[in-house]
């Protein structure tokens, strides 16, 4: 998308210049705004064409039956889909009697802008009608983060030249047609009319409506209300039925005599609340909205985005295209777990139905390490819905047989989803990596409350399920047989060291929380005996060497598997997944995402430098990418063992994942764990930060094609301004206490008072690595100049 000439690159906005009916799914999923409580996909104001509705409120899913040729013990019999809620966004419009549409008439100039400092959506429409009536219309739409259950969209038509009569429709649509799921896994299934209507009602201006899903039984409520500014003679009428709720305005338009419409929407939701007090509780949202007015809302979302930014900003420069994706990718990971509290932050976040609306492990190991450094409370928060759901997880954890708490791989409520055992179930790592999200935010924040209560049982219910999955073999290492690693392509292994290596962090953890909290230990059963067993497993972990070709196995036997024939593979055969059975897959040599080389960044500990660089390497030669989470670590671990280039190229394609659409599924939303990811790459592979057992440290070192790099993050009630061009970093205290970290090895101590300067040691040159036929990124070439449009 953005590399058409209709997406021109700016600093902060997304600007399209023309609309273009065949990528407006794609463009719908990229305008979506959302606060991680409600989502708005950036549908056209009068609702069609659209490539693809959607509404959504997280946690609100339908269920439905897991189909299998043939059960088995322990799979889930039920999964979860989000739905599609009531769309609020609808405004239509007649001019005369003709329908706004931009199939029809003559669509003169389309503008939409995404304002990523002011947190808003903005159209601006130059139509002429069939019947030759020339109109403006405008809109600014925005979902509120200070008030999480409101929307609001100012709506304004006004003519070219000429008086004519227009009517607007302000609709509240229940059950809309969707567009049937592919055959693609990684879309979501169709639901046909979940909502059955339980009240609706209509007066004045306002209308609210009650749903509750058919099979599910979760109930949900929606309202409207409007403040409308037209010229003398205008009327209103309202009309409301079971699955729509209307507003009309009519009135005669002129030059100077606009019609303005300001539209207010609410939404909740609950799984226990009856219909009057959910339809109250909206009421109670519009009011709140109407009092804080159009002008107050827009002021409270450019205040909170201007905290936003002030403390998390990531600068580029040597590519601006870059410059405008990393603040984007920013903008939608904040946009997902904002205001979530207490919910699941999805893989799409609230931009669309894709992977039904599911979270997974992404959301722990690539979105809250984001928020940790840069939102730290909707990191809590996510953490929080976890430990919600923790009784779930120790029920499913019993159906396996073993002990502690079995996270689900896919869920929304917190019942695993995951029908594929091999890519479900069997991917135990996703609880290692809920336990890595609690000591990072441990680490970076100090909250000790959090570790006593949340953060202490998450812990320790995971290394009970680490100590009860593994065991200690003849030799008395400890073993963890029969599981799978991110990668998965290689499925139902021994000794994944991904796993391996976070399960080791993870009983360490948990045997720390013993120590330091032994009261609230004791609550949960847990003493120093049960510590010391974690301890030791941790310490006899095994950890998969092939000492012939001097690499680690990404899981034990890996390396001696054939190699998969890359040469028999063209494009069309990617991703892999759709062309080729999984037997066949799991016997091979050929890797679907990083895996080990995720170790080798979060477990960074347990390697040498040299044993990176070759592993790396050796990784780097079979790693197709056919999941969208692997640019973000190949990048920052390329940066670490020196692959700058390499580096640069895989960081520019997690940046443009939904931007240039890489993936051809940007429609059923963004991968908000690959947006994550560029700011991982950024931070973590140039800025070269790690954060490890609770210290920072910086390694930084940029790529030809940058000139500098500048960003932010918090830590410990402290915000840190890092700064990185070729020769120099330089590191300060913008607020807080004097801080120690580390630049290259070297200890520093950072404050307020002055800007610290450190030279970046002379990278030593290390030969190319390869990677498998057609499967290498594409050479990045930045753009040198802005384009003259800018906010």
Known sequence: MIEHPAYPVEPWAVRETELHLDALAQSESVFALSNGHLGLRGNLDEGEPNGLPGTYLAGLYETRPLPYAEGGYGYPEDGQSIVNVTNGKIIRLLVEDEPFDVRYGNLQSHERVLDLRAGVLRRSVVWTSPTGRQVKISSTRLVSFTQRAVAMIEYVVEPVEGEFPVVVQSELVANETTPVASKDPRAAAALAEPLASEMYDAEGLRAVMVHRTKASGLRMASAIDHLVDGPDGTTTATHAFPDVARIEVVTKVAPGKPLRIRKVIAYGWSGQRSGPALRDQVSAALAAAKHTGWDGLIAEQTTFMDGYWDRSDVEIEGDPELQQAIRFAMWHTLQAGARGEQRAIAAKGLTGPGYDGHTFWDTEMFVLPVLTYTAPHAAADALRWRHQTLELAQERARDLGLKGATFPWRTIQGQECSSYWPAGTAAFHINADI????????????????????????????????????????????????????????????????????????????????????????????????????????????????????????????????????????????????????????????????????????????????????????????????????????????????????????????????????????????????????????????????????????????????????????????????????????????????????????EITVTTDEQLEREIPTLRPRGKPTQPPGRAPARRRPQPHWHPTEL
């Open 435 to 746: 336990a890595r999200a609690v000591t990072r935010y441990q680490w970076a924040r100090d909250d000790p409350e959090f570790e006593r209560t949340t953060g202490a049982e998450l812990l320790i219910e995971t290394a009970r399920m680490w100590r009860s999955l593994g065991h200690h073999d003849s030799a008395g290492r400890f073993r963890i047989d029969g599981v799978t690693g991110p990668d998965e392509y290689s499925a139902v292994a021994d000794n994944n060291i991904y796993t391996n290596l976070m399960a080791q962090l993870n009983l360490n953890a948990a045997a720390d929380i013993v120590a330091r909290h032994p009261k609230r230990a004791a609550e949960l059963g847990a003493d120093a005996e049960e510590a010391a067993g974690w301890r030791d497993a941790a310490a006899k972990m095994t950890i998969p060497y092939n000492e012939l070709l001097e690499v680690h196995e990404q899981a034990e036997g890996f390396t001696e598997h054939e190699l998969w024939d890359f040469a028999a593979c063209s494009d069309e055969h990617y991703p892999l997944l759709l062309n080729y059975p999984y037997f066949d897959l799991y016997r091979k040599q050929v890797v679907k995402q990083a895996d080990l080389v995720l170790a080798l960044f979060e477990c960074g500990h347990a390697f040498s430098d040299s044993e990176k660089g070759r592993d790396f390497e050796y990784y780097e030669r079979l790693c197709v990418r056919d999941s969208s989470l692997s640019a973000c670590c190949q990048s920052i671990v390329a940066a670490e063992v020196g692959h700058m280039d390499l580096a640069y190229d895989y960081f520019a394609e997690a940046a443009l994942m939904d931007l240039d659409d890489l993936e051809h599924n940007t429609k059923d939303g963004v991968h908000i764990a690959s947006l994550a990811g560029t700011w991982l790459a950024a931070v973590a592979g140039f800025g070269g930060m790690r954060d490890h057992f609770g210290k920072l440290s910086f390694r930084p070192r940029l790529p030809d094609a940058l000139t500098l790099l500048r960003f932010r993050l918090m830590f410990r009630e402290r915000s840190l301004l890092v700064e990185v061009d070729r020769e120099h970093a330089r590191y300060q205290l913008r607020r807080g206490e004097p801080l120690t970290i580390e630049h290259h090895g070297e």
